[in-house]
């Protein structure tokens, strides 16, 4: 079982759907978790939203720090902030592959609820997509070094 941390800031939305795709995904091969550098508490109701409408279990999501794992080995950390929007991305210092994996904040998206509804949607398919390539990788065979180049590689890519 590969162990997978995805880390964000905040550990309301982007993180947590990552969380939840990689488990769904990844079932008997990924072990994934959900943290961040500042949790804000609690997880976004639209994130949670987003999940149920796909047929994912809504239930056990916690906005937690990352210190909840400081002592639990993880194979995979991905990031999931946004550089582009002057976000801060918090730095994971222990061992593990790290991957970055920007996206836009579904939380900070102002407007209808539709047009809420629908960032949520391209973070989430976003993520989708991502973890499908990852998934396709041989990742139990390659070395620490062409996976970290790997899931890079499908963080710069175009969703």
């Known amino acids: 079982m590969i162990n997978v941390l995805v880390l964000c800031t905040g550990n309301s939305c982007r993180s947590v759907l990552g969380e939840a795709l990689l ?16 949790p804000v508490g609690k997880v976004n109701p639209g994130a949670l ?13 916690k906005s937690q720090s990352w210190d909840e794992f400081a002592g639990q080995p993880m194979d995979i950390v991905i990031t999931v902030c946004d550089n582009a929007a002057g976000e801060t991305c918090p730095v994971y210092l222990n061992r593990a592959v790290r991957a970055h994996w920007g996206l836009p904040d579904p939380a900070h998206v102002e407007g209808t609820e539709k047009q809420i509804e629908a960032a949520f949607e391209e973070t989430y398919h976003a993520l989708e997509q991502r973890i499908n390539k990852m998934l396709a990788l041989p990742l139990e065979k390659m070395s620490e ?9 499908i963080g710069r890519q175009a969703d």
């Open 49 to 61: 939203a987003t999940l149920q409408r796909h047929g994912l279990p809504v239930d056990g999501y």
């Open 145 to 153: 070094q062409e996976l970290a180049e790997k899931l890079n590689e």
């Open 23 to 38: 488990n769904h995904l990844g079932k008997g091969r990924i072990k994934a978790f959900s943290a961040g550098s500042h």
